[in-house]
């Protein structure tokens, strides 16, 4: 089967999508009632991993909208031998290759290179102040795990490329209400819903041909000393993990439907109550 020499044929949150996939395929498919009334494909094992997932992937959608002068790659590999993982490891990981390990997607563009890390935890409060990051009641290492992935990337981009390359890091938060009272060192922590305004709103540090040079860099498995990319697993863990997101809004929609059908039937039954009760006390 065919490779790829370079880290393109990846796409957005492929590591995530291979864990949720692969425990989503030993799930028991739904029968039809449970289709109809709306009965979600996810089971208590899958949710978490395919939250995990998501998030990567609508980072990613994001991204997309940057345009031309902009480069984003998925899933970018940085081994890291002196890693500890008594920091602490990203709320969520997964099985297999570590999200401690990884940049979940690596920004170059005008502005210049952002190492980017997500988190969906949606319905819970994430606060930020300073080197102190929350998610719900659960401190999480975020801010020193995200900042150590960027130092490790500007390592090995500097090393390739043979000139000085400076990697930013940023988290971002995707789902859920962000407070932030102090922006830790060096770490840009930011709501997804403002992600694109920010980084396009950023002053310009590099030129357009350098931004092309960190880009084929960037994109080379050498540069990362990572396994090689089969494209034919990227697209059809795409295909898989899109199948199952639409899965998941069917469902909701059904379940929105007989909610709204539900509340309906309750207040006709009510109202029609309520007027025969109303009729028969005016002919006493």
């Known amino acids: 089967m065919p490779v790829s020499a370079s880290l393109r044929g990846r796409v957005p949150g492929q590591v995530a999508i291979r864990d949720f996939v692969t425990a989503q395929a030993l799930t028991r498919p739904r029968t039809q009632t449970a289709l109809r009334f709306g009965r979600s494909p996810l089971t208590s094992a899958t949710r978490e991993l395919y939250r995990a997932a998501l998030g990567e992937v609508v980072v990613g959608e994001m991204l997309d909208q940057l345009g031309p002068q902009w480069d984003v790659l998925h899933v970018v590999p940085v081994a890291d031998d002196e890693f500890d993982p008594s920091d602490g490891f990203l709320a969520g990981d997964g099985a297999g290759e570590s999200s401690s390990r990884q940049i979940d997607h690596l920004v170059i563009g005008p502005p210049g290179v952002f190492a980017v890390i997500t988190e969906n935890f949606p319905g819970q409060e994430v606060r930020v102040n300073g080197e102190a990051m929350t998610i719900g009641s ?60 920010l980084l396009t709103r950023l002053e310009r540090s590099i030129t357009g041909a350098q931004v092309a040079y960190i880009s ?43 909610g709204v059908f539900g509340f309906l039937l309750v207040a006709s039954s009510l109202w029609v109550g309520t007027v025969m009760i109303v009729e028969n006390l005016l002919r006493h």
Do not use: N
């Open 216 to 258: 084929d860099v960037a994109d080379r498995d050498s540069t990362w000393e990572a396994a090689p990319t089969r494209p034919e697993e990227a697209i059809q863990l795409d295909r898989a993990f899109a199948d199952i997101r639409e899965q998941v809004q069917e469902a909701t929609r059904a379940r929105v439907f007989w």
């Open 138 to 197: 659960e401190m999480v290492h975020d801010v020193a795990i995200t900042r150590r992935l960027a130092a490790k990337a500007a390592e090995r981009l500097t090393a390739a490329a043979g000139q000085m390359v400076r990697v930013e890091p940023m988290v971002v938060v995707v789902g859920s209400k962000l407070v932030a009272r102090e922006q830790p060192r060096e770490v840009t922590v930011v709501a997804s819903r403002h992600l694109v305004r």
